[in-house]
């Protein structure tokens, strides 16, 4: 079936780089996507979203780029710190469904 | 000032027991879900309401029931629990649709021994 995928489950980066991390969709018919920050403990927070009229949005130290040729979604963060230390999700949604299409999920780990 | 708030954080039982979850939302959201998160950390939707209404209810066994009784609440109740349902359990509200951000709780982690 059509799904959300991520192509790294681990990235290491040292604190104050830039951290990209990558999602693959398949389904092109989705129109919404968006980015989640899951820290341990915690339930996953919003982040950033992008709807497929648009090739990136920028945020606060984060943006996010899409591709829609390649069917490619990236979370770039600027000068990563300690706390941006959690797993990232990306999901897909088409046509307002109630029911995101999740990916597994990349583990950022800052490195000193 | 929680927005989304879910009891408790914790829950060990035995197998066979029930056993329920609360989750209650202060944002005035119109949707509420609950997400189940597997020790590899994939995120898979049970269940959704929109103002007290079920509008998705994925293959889960029907020993999982939802309740809704008003548009702040929706708790989970599990009936014969089973070493397979351990699992973190989350709950989460939306404005509208699925083209508006999820806003989750913290989980909640059950163990069945």
């Known amino acids: 079936g059509e799904s959300v995928g991520l192509h790294l489950p681990t990235l290491s980066v040292q604190e104050g780089d830039n951290s990209i991390i990558n999602c693959a969709y398949s389904n092109s018919a989705s129109d919404y996507f968006i980015w989640y920050k899951q820290e341990s403990g915690k339930g996953p927070q919003f982040i950033i979203d992008?709807?497929?009229n648009m090739d990136k949005r920028q945020g606060q130290r984060v943006t996010v780029l899409l591709n829609k040729t390649v069917k490619h979604l990236s979370l770039q963060i600027a000068a990563t710190q300690p706390g941006d230390s959690a797993v990232y999700f990306c999901a897909e949604n088409m046509d307002s469904n109630y029911q995101l299409i999740w990916g597994a999920g990349t583990k950022l780990i800052i490195k000193p | 000032d929680t927005a989304v708030s879910q009891t408790p954080k914790y829950l060990v039982t035995q197998m066979g027991n029930d056993k329920s979850i609360k989750c209650e939302q202060n944002l005035g959201h119109d949707t509420m879900y609950w997400y189940k998160q597997d020790s590899k950390k994939f995120l898979k939707i049970m269940f959704s309401y929109n103002n007290k209404e079920l509008i998705i209810n994925e293959t889960v066994p029907n020993r999982f029931s939802p309740k809704s009784p008003d548009k702040a609440h929706l708790n989970l109740h599990i009936n014969s629990l089973e070493l397979g349902d351990s699992a973190v359990y989350f709950c989460?509200?939306?404005?509208?649709?699925?083209?508006?951000?999820?806003?989750f709780g913290n989980g909640t982690r059950l163990t069945v021994t």
């Open positions: 989460a509200s939306s404005q509208r649709d699925g083209n508006s951000p999820l806003h």
């Open positions: 992008i709807r497929s």
